[in-house]
């Protein structure tokens, strides 16, 4: 099994290290128990790691090395992979990246729901010179690749169009990009069809990239929105993955087998494709995806002109309700914010809520109302319950599912989803431990191996001998989330060790500030 996951690059450096004769590993981790990421049993192992990648795993390594690290019996795992986050502006921030280290997570692919930074190129970088605590990989997005090359508005493409949006494709997959993503509810890729992304997506797969998806609707037309994902997939002969799946709405709970079944028959077929999920009953968008698309044509500046018309208002007002109607909610308790700039004050309570706060009636249309109030000013970043656990825990039972917390790096500030925080400890606690959804070593696959595979993210993913030294250390009685709705700024627990490319960063549950994190490109690491 070793041999066969060895890369050409790998195999030279031990090699290299045989030829030079004795060598002092910096790190042993000692008596643990390995969990490789291939998806078999664990087993009793040292791990030592030499210059940033794994120099050996055995019984009873000598204890000669510069550091060691009793693992106590504990899991010894490879770094967790996130697939699916949105960290362009918070890791220069925040280049610590606390929220994701303190959960396991050793490197994150961001880019996702069809935004990424403008230059790719420059933004790779800047990764690697401001030194981040994470290894960072990113998709070229491609609401940023049409905003730069048609603006925001509800039209098609020209012919120049089409290709000045293949070329920014191009220059993305060249300055590392790893795939392109979609995100079809949002400004301006809510307005494309699918031959124009099938024309991005056909750039990107011969360089082996992916496609992966927010898709166009995760609700009511659920079932279409896979479709026209898988249909991508095939015409552009592309890898797919499906983003935060999920059957979203009350009128759509107990839909999981029938979505999941649509993955499944696309496998049969002969497309690759694979899918992401949060752990939880609640998503988490902005405010303005409650307004019907076509009134965001040309984005808030233009919703904020239309609703000073009364016509035009009641008519986003009417079909504001009517998408409430469809998903068989009564008014918008179930939406909760989560930051709203200019009044911090409405931070964690519901719109129906906040409605009250103003003095309106309660009901769908004055809480509409106030949701226009509210964009009329800024958007907001909101937490919406919309999910159902039954649901939840069906997609989890499906081998080609990944987690992915679907966040950003924190600042702290205001009342995030806490899956930003906890996802990883939340399945390894809730879902592995307490509900026996799946095996540890089940779930260790789904967060290391698999996303390392899909993406090509190379020599990353397992503890294998020549492999990157992105490694775990939990305790599988108590590793458990304690990031909440109510409380979301905490960080998980049972995870007293976490090494980024062969450098200890969190130690004994606390981060060193340590930044040893790369930017990974086009999947090569480098």
């Known amino acids: 099994m ?23 590993p910096d790190l042993l981790i000692t008596r643990g128990r390995v969990i490789d990421g291939t998806g078999n049993n664990w087993y009793y192992a040292d791990v030592a790691v030499h210059q940033g990648r794994i120099l050996q795993i055995g019984r009873q390594l000598p204890r000669n090395a510069i550091r060691i690290i009793d693992a106590a019996n504990r899991f010894v795992v490879p770094g967790f992979i996130d697939v699916h986050a949105h960290i362009e502006g918070g890791i220069f921030e925040r280049p610590t990246a606390d929220n994701y280290i303190h959960d396991g997570v050793t490197t994150v692919v961001t880019g996702n729901c069809g935004n990424s930074a403008d230059d790719l ?5 800047k ?61 301006p890729g809510m307005y494309s069809k699918k031959d124009e992304i099938v024309g991005l997506a056909r750039i990107a797969a011969p360089q082996g990239g992916v496609y992966a998806t927010h898709m166009r609707n995760e609700g009511t037309r659920v079932t279409e929105a896979i479709e026209e994902a898988l249909a991508i997939g095939r015409q552009a002969y592309i890898p797919v993955q499906i983003s935060h ?38 998503s988490s968008t902005n405010l303005a995806v409650t ?18 018309d009364p016509a035009t208002r009641r008519r986003v007002v009417d079909g504001m309700v009517e998408s409430l109607r469809k998903g068989k909610n009564k008014d918008y308790s179930y939406a909760v914010v989560a930051n709203y700039a200019p009044d911090s004050t409405v931070n964690g309570l519901n ?32 937490v919406y319950h919309t999910m159902n656990e039954d649901d939840v825990v069906h997609f989890m039972k499906y081998p080609f599912n990944m987690p992915a917390a679907d966040g950003g790096v924190s600042s702290g500030r205001g009342m995030p989803h806490p899956r930003g925080y906890g996802t990883n400890a939340r399945v390894l606690g809730r879902y592995v431990r307490e509900k026996q959804v799946v095996g540890f070593e089940e779930a260790i696959r789904r967060m290391t191996s698999l996303p390392a595979q899909k993406f090509g993210l190379k020599e990353r993913g397992l503890l294998q001998e020549g492999f990157k030294a992105d490694i ?55």
């Open 2 to 24: 070793n041999r066969r996951y060895r890369t050409l690059p790998a195999i030279a450096w031990l090699l290299s290290l045989s030829v030079s004769g004795q060598v002092t």
């Open 472 to 526: 775990v250390v939990f305790d599988p009685e108590t590793v458990s989330d304690r990031a909440t709705f109510e409380a979301p700024h905490q960080f998980s627990a049972g995870i007293p060790y976490v090494i980024v490319n062969g450098k200890v960063t969190i130690e004994e549950g606390k981060h060193n500030g340590t930044r040893n994190g790369i930017a990974l490109r086009n999947g090569q690491g480098k």
């Open 245 to 282: 799946f999920k059957v979203a709405g009350r009128s759509n709970w107990g839909r999981s087998t029938q979505t999941l079944e649509q993955v499944q028959a696309a496998r049969r077929e002969g497309i690759e494709v694979t899918i992401d999920q949060y752990p939880y009953t609640a």
């Open 351 to 382: 719109i129906s809520q906040i409605n009250l706060r103003k003095g309106r009636k309660k009901g769908a249309r004055p809480e509409a109302e106030t949701i226009l109030d509210m964009l009329s000013v800024a958007n907001a970043q909101m």
């Open 121 to 125: 190129g420059d933004f790779l970088k």
């Open 127 to 187: 990764i690697d010179s401001v030194g981040t605590s994470i290894n960072v990989a990113s998709l070229a997005g491609h609401n940023t690749i049409r905003r730069m090359a048609m603006g925001l508005g509800d039209r098609q493409p020209t012919p120049e169009e089409q290709q000045r949006m293949e070329e920014l494709m191009a220059k993305a997959m060249e300055a590392g990009a790893v795939g392109l993503s979609t995100g079809l509810i949002y400004l």
């Open 291 to 308: 307004v019907p698309d076509w009134a965001l044509d040309g984005g808030l500046d233009s919703l904020r002109a239309h609703t000073k």
